[in-house]
């Protein structure tokens, strides 16, 4: 699993979800948090802040949509290794293909449990983080 003291920025345009996330992750034991209220937002504090180590994004708010972060995530040098969750409402299948293809780690449906974001985590660690043996 990531390191407890990871910087995770939470990123949603709703502050009750931003604050159900940051509580499921202090639940897991993660104590280190940035927030955005959009992608815009969120893309600012990824450019002025080099120590954010995970991004845990709606899909759906204005300005930015989750998935045109992402794309710009997946494009910038600096970023594109970051570790990055979707989170939507949204479970159309041509939605997840669009998220794959922008190079989402991982999708999690909302409504979520801690459970289902932890092993959401524990793939995307899997998948970046831990070294193939």
């Given at each position: 699993?990531?390191?407890?003291?990871?910087k995770?920025?939470?990123?949603?345009?709703?502050?009750?979800?931003?604050?159900?996330?940051?509580?499921?992750?202090?639940?897991?034991?993660?104590?280190?948090?940035?927030?955005?209220?959009?992608?815009?937002?969120?893309?600012?504090?990824?450019?002025?802040?080099?120590d954010?180590?995970?991004v845990?994004?709606?899909?759906n708010?204005?300005?930015?949509?989750?998935?045109?972060?992402?794309?710009?995530?997946?494009?910038?040098?600096?970023?594109?290794?970051?570790?990055?969750?979707?989170?939507?409402?949204?479970?159309?299948?041509?939605?997840?293909?669009?998220?794959?293809?922008?190079?989402?780690?991982?999708?999690?449906?909302?409504?979520?449990?801690?459970?289902?974001?932890?092993?959401?985590?524990?793939?995307?660690?899997?998948?970046?983080?831990?070294?193939?043996?």
């Amino acid at each position: 699993m990531f390191d407890p003291a990871i910087k995770i920025l939470v990123i949603d345009d709703m502050s009750t979800m931003r604050n159900l996330v940051k509580k499921r992750l202090k639940e897991m034991g993660y104590v280190n948090f940035e927030e955005a209220e959009d992608g815009l937002k969120a893309w600012a504090k990824l450019n002025e802040q080099t120590d954010i180590g995970l991004v845990v994004s709606d899909w759906n708010m204005p300005n930015c949509t989750g998935l045109e972060l992402l794309k710009k995530v997946r494009t910038d040098s600096r970023l594109k290794q970051m570790p990055f969750i979707l989170l939507t409402a949204e479970a159309e299948v041509s939605q997840v293909k669009q998220a794959v293809l922008a190079g989402v780690d991982s999708y999690c449906i909302k409504p979520f449990t801690m459970e289902s974001l932890k092993s959401k985590l524990e793939q995307v660690y899997a998948k970046r983080v831990e070294k193939p043996k």
